[in-house]
């Protein structure tokens, strides 16, 4: 942690960690919780869904969707 210290501004050494970083502390002690609080499940993603997400791309899928979502969902 000195080494740490050499490196890091006093000014950011003594800034307190934020409330959400709090809350993934909180969440990740928790049983049966999902935490999407980075956008990103802390799971891997299920193999028909990357297969899917293959598929998706080779069919030339690669853009972001409307904001008003799609259709069919």
Do not use: C
Not at 14 to 29: E, H, Q
Not at 46 to 61: D, F
């Amino acid at each position: 942690m000195n080494r740490l210290r050499n490196f890091v501004s006093q000014r950011i050494a003594s800034v307190p960690p934020s409330g959400i970083r709090r809350f993934f502390d909180i969440a990740a002690t928790m049983e049966s919780v999902i935490s999407l609080g980075i956008g990103e499940p802390d799971f891997t993603t299920p193999e028909p869904i990357v297969q899917a997400g293959i598929e998706a791309l080779k069919r030339g899928e690669t853009h972001y969707t409307s904001n008003s979502g799609l259709m069919e969902l």
